[in-house]
T-cell receptor
Framework: DTGVSQDPRHKITKRGQNVTFRCDPISEHNRLYWYRQTLGQGPEFLTYFQNEAQLEKSRLLSDRFSAERPKGSFSTLEIQRTEQGDSAMYLC????????????FGPGTRLTVL | AQRVTQPEKLLSVFKGAPVELKCNYSYSGSPELFWYVQYSRQRLQLLLRHISRESIKGFTADLNKGETSFHLKKPFAQEEDSAMYYCALKVGGGKLIFGQGTELSVKP
């Protein structure tokens, strides 16, 4: 499968713990996006990278959230001191970063904070 | 404000009936709109985009700038069309703004 992959697919953690998710985009895709989706809602933008540069962060991304894409390939999203309100599906998408291109989504990581 | 509205959470039709999933947007720039579909236990996938003006799986969508709409249509629904459908607007930086989604249920 040469599509976008995410790991883990499911994560259950206790409130206050730190969690880290990984996203591997389609190779040759320069842009990588993170979204969050809660039950009954569409995905909401969190942040995106052009190669290794993080170009925009949503107001949804509190100080407890940090994302990296150190070599312009895979990306990690870390949540520190998790709260129950962080429970959601975290989606990653990648694109070529060209005018008129398409974003391709990964399967998501479902986070449950107890 | 940049916003996408899908007024129907659930749309239920019988097989063979026409389908229209509504999408309205609010955007001050030149809109680029998409429909994504999510079948049960599968990832979000692109169904169609307005700039390509193509028909995928019998679905079409026309951008109406006057009404700020991008409704998704299919003349004859099939059971395999049952899924969640999301309308999305591409804004600055290429990020997508999604509607809340419409669940389409096609009954036999």
């Amino acid at each position: 499968d040469t599509g976008v992959s995410q790991d883990p697919r499911h994560k259950i953690t206790k409130r206050g713990q730190n969690v880290t998710f990984r996203c591997d985009p389609i190779s040759e895709h320069n842009r990588l996006y993170w979204y969050r989706q809660t039950l009954g809602q569409g995905p909401e933008f969190l942040t995106y990278f052009q190669n290794e540069a993080q170009l925009e962060k949503s107001r949804l991304l509190s100080d407890r959230f940090s994302a990296e894409r150190p070599k312009g390939s895979f990306s990690t999203l870390e949540i520190q001191r998790t709260e129950q309100g962080d429970s959601a599906m975290y989606l990653c998408a990648s694109s070529l970063g060209q005018l008129g291109d398409t974003q391709y989504f990964g399967p998501g990581t479902r986070l449950t904070v107890l | 404000a940049q916003r996408v509205t899908q007024p129907e959470k659930l749309l239920s039709v019988f097989k063979g009936a026409p389908v229209e999933l509504k999408c309205n947007y609010s955007y001050s720039g030149s809109p680029e709109l998409f429909w994504y579909v999510q079948y049960s236990r599968q990832r979000l996938q692109l169904l169609l985009r307005h700039i390509s003006r193509e028909s995928i799986k019998g679905f079409t969508a026309d951008l109406n700038k006057g009404e700020t709409s991008f409704h998704l249509k299919k003349p004859f629904a099939q059971e395999e069309d049952s899924a969640m459908y999301y309308c999305a607007l591409k804004v600055g930086g290429g990020k997508l703004i999604f509607g809340q989604g419409t669940e389409l249920s096609v009954k036999p």
